[in-house]
Every structure is written in C-alpha cells, then in structure tokens.
T-cell receptor
Framework: KNQVEQSPQSLIILEGKNCTLQ??????????LRWYKQDTGRGPVSLTI?????NTKSNGRYTATLDADTKQSSLHITASQLSDSASYIC???????????FGAGTRLAVHP | DTGVSQNPRHKITKRGQNVTFRCDPI?????LYWYRQTLGQGPEFLTY????????KSRLLSDRFSAERPKGSFSTLEIQRTEQGDSAMYLC??????????????FGPGTRLTVL
C-alpha cells in the first residue's frame, strides 16, 4: 500500500533552536517528494521538491534530504522563528500518476 | 492576486442541508483538484479535472458529492444532505499539465465546513 508516514506528530521548540522532521514512504514507483508548510486555516505552500537523483535541497533556513534507497526524507529547520509554527506535510507523487500521497503532517510550535 | 481562490472561506450548516463551494484556479492552469482535510490529518484526494473533464474520483466521493468544472475554468463542489462527518476543510489546488514531472499543485486557502 502506498503510504507516507511522518514523525514526530507534534514538536515544541524554543525560538532560535534547530529541528528535524522525518518522513518515510512506501510509494512506488517514486516520482518526486515535496515538503509543504501549512499555516493554521490556510492551504499548503510548497517549500522544496526533490526528485530521485537529488539528495539535498535548501530553501533559506529549510533543508530537505532524500534517501531514495531507504525511502526516507527529512526536513531540517535552522534557527527557528515564531513564524515557523505550522504543520509540515511530506507529499510523494507516484510515478505515472497525477495524484499526490500526503503524510499526516508534523505540527511544529515555536515558543519564544 | 493571481493565486487559487476559494469561496466561501467558512460555511456553517445544519445536517441535511446542501452546500456548494467554489474554486477559481490560477488562470493558465488546466488541472484542478479537490481535497478534504480533517483535523490533524493531511489532505485526502477527492477528484481531479483536466480542463472540463473529470478524470478521476476517489472512493471518498460518495453519491452525495458532485463536482463540476463546466467551462474548464472555475469549479464547484456540492455536498447534498450534509452529515456531521462531512465537517472538514475542503481544499482546491490547480496545476499546469505542461509543467513536466514537477507538476506542482498550488493550493487555495480552503473552505472550512462545519455541519451542526
């Protein structure tokens, strides 16, 4: 079954600290993997996209990694800010299909 | 604003009533998607259009749900005889089929439905 699992479910960190969110997937065939940020009451916004051949991609303070062999991805947030408080959703596109498979998300709270 | 827009943003209705939501995609995008998201979960795929053709429907889309995209531009999602279990955020997204393998979907702000 094609699934995307994320951990932890929720995370609280202090402003300025770093954190890493995890994503494991069983989607096959694999096309690409995105990390989305979703603020409360808003639609998801894409942070990064990675294809099979990419191991690391950065977008400002966000760095995503992909290990296609172990089917794992991570999102590292550096020097967190209060505005980073949101849900972070890992999404995998199955090759040959137009549908996205979403993880349940990690809810991050950054406290002052 | 050239992003995906959805109306209304919030809808409160009584069980058994019908509701209709509208989505206006990014103008040059030919693909449009509807998702449902419940609290603490990721979005779940409901249906997808390419231009005016509805190409795929999820098993989640029961007979009470119908979606249209009559002119290949905006889309409507109607829920008939609403049930409390329909309470969720309904998200619309659009993409450009010529975007290659990336095919990024851009999401609207969603319509939050509460069924009393």
């Amino acid at each position: 079954k094609n699934q995307v699992e994320q951990s932890p479910q929720s995370l609280i960190i202090l402003e300025g600290k770093n954190c890493t969110l995890q994503c494991n997937y069983t989607v096959s065939p694999f096309s690409n993997l995105r990390w989305y940020k979703q603020d409360t009451g808003r639609g998801p916004v894409s942070l990064t996209i990675m294809t099979f051949s990419e191991n690391t991609k950065s977008n400002g303070r966000y760095t995503a990694t992909l290990d296609a062999d172990t089917k794992q991805s991570s999102l590292h947030i550096t020097a967190s800010q209060l505005s980073d408080s949101a849900s972070y959703i890992c999404v995998v596109r199955q090759g040959g299909y137009n549908k996205l498979i979403f993880g349940a998300g990690t809810r991050l709270a950054v406290h002052p | 604003d050239t992003g995906v827009s959805q109306n209304p943003r919030h809808k409160i209705t009584k069980r058994g009533q019908n509701v209709t939501f509208r989505c206006d995609p990014i103008s040059e995008h030919n693909r449009l998607y509807w998702y449902r998201q419940t609290l603490g979960q990721g979005p779940e795929f409901l249906t997808y259009f390419q231009n005016e053709a509805q190409l795929e429907k999820s098993r989640l889309l029961s007979d009470r749900f119908s979606a249209e995209r009559p002119k290949g531009s905006f889309s409507t999602l109607e829920i008939q005889r609403t049930e409390q279990g329909d309470s969720a955020m309904y998200l619309c997204a659009s993409s450009d089929s010529l975007d290659g393998s990336y095919n990024e979907q851009f999401f609207g702000p969603g319509t939050r439905l509460t069924v009393l």
